[in-house]
């Protein structure tokens, strides 16, 4: 077992032992308190759980060697992961949405109690220091589907915001003999689904574009052009593409050689080029160089 699914699935699990325990403390919180925004939020928890899942499915996945039907390797399941959490994200935030529009025509009659208050701090730091460690261990390790569901946990982060801001504001509101504001908890629970959408939509879109096969970015293409021009024997290096597979990167790329070299020549200089983009990038997975001859300048 690789460092880096180790790594992926400490985060994962991480994910899903916090989760657990968060969607227990605020549904518990949310119907004790009458808290619709406590409830939505304790929702959100619990298809954080499916996410955590979601890694761990797509990084064992990703992690099998390449094979006959698959010879480029199985990086793009996390890839799908990643898109499979996206629309777990998408689906708990539009039920949130309708719990919560459900409120508005139930009516309201008695604020949240100070148990859901509560509630939403516990959550706001402790889904905050979940971020900022399983974003860590993605970085670590360059790990999307990992810096996927780290983002999910920063989503949570926000919806907790949000709803503690609604039931204190209902509280208030009641105290001060405003009976509008006990609308501002289910008002709130609409807000916190508005905000895991975006975020779900967000992260889809993120996730299709790597399905479409788009370009790595800008400055990994520079290198590997960079480290192409750097071999010896090498005149030109143009038409270098590169796109990513998961954690990995494939590249195709046109070099430049002499063109009164053998083709024994010209094909040891491509396996140079070859061998030392490999050994310059660990996200490197396969490298497909095309020599091409160039005029001799006089």
């Not at 990992?146 to 915001?161: G, N, Y």
């Not at 399905?211 to 071999?231: F, P, T």
């Not at 593409?241 to 024994?264: F, H, M, N, Q, W």
Request: proline share 3%; glycine share 8%; charged share 20%.
């Amino acid at each position: 077992m690789s460092n880096r699914y180790k790594t992926g699935l400490l985060g994962a699990w991480v994910g899903i032992i916090v989760n657990f325990i968060l969607m227990i403390i605020k549904g518990l919180a949310g119907y004790l308190a009458n808290s619709q925004a406590m409830i939505a939020d304790a929702l959100h928890s619990g298809a954080d759980i499916f996410v955590s899942c979601a890694v761990i499915i797509g990084m064992f996945i990703a992690s099998k060697p390449a094979d006959q039907e698959h010879p480029y390797g199985h990086g793009k399941a996390e890839t799908i992961a990643s898109k499979i959490i996206a629309l777990i994200i998408v689906l708990a935030g539009l039920n949130v949405a309708i719990s919560s529009l459900g409120v508005f025509f139930e009516g309201v009659d008695v604020p949240p109690g100070s148990m859901a208050l509560w509630a939403a701090l516990l959550s706001i730091l402790v889904k905050e220091i979940t971020f900022r460690y399983t974003h860590y261990l993605g970085e670590k390790v360059d790990c999307k589907v990992l810096l996927t569901s780290s983002w999910e946990h920063r989503s949570d982060v926000f919806s907790s915001v949000a709803a503690l801001i609604g039931i204190g504001a209902a509280r208030i509101g009641d105290f001060l003999g405003y009976p509008l504001f006990l609308y501002m908890d289910p008002l709130a629970g609409l807000l916190v689904s508005v905000l895991i959408i975006r975020m779900g939509l967000r992260l889809a879109g993120e996730a299709a574009y790597e399905l479409m096969d788009a370009s790595a970015r800008k400055d990994i293409i520079e290198d590997i052009r960079e480290a192409a021009c750097s071999v010896e024997g090498v005149t030109e290096v143009h038409d270098v593409k590169a796109r990513s597979a998961g954690p990995y990167v494939l590249v195709d790329l046109r070099i430049g050689v002499r063109c009164d070299l053998t083709v024994k020549e010209g094909h040891d200089i491509a396996k140079k080029v070859k061998e030392g983009l490999l050994s310059r990038r660990d996200d490197i997975l396969e490298v497909i160089v095309h020599v091409n001859p160039c005029e001799i300048e006089e």
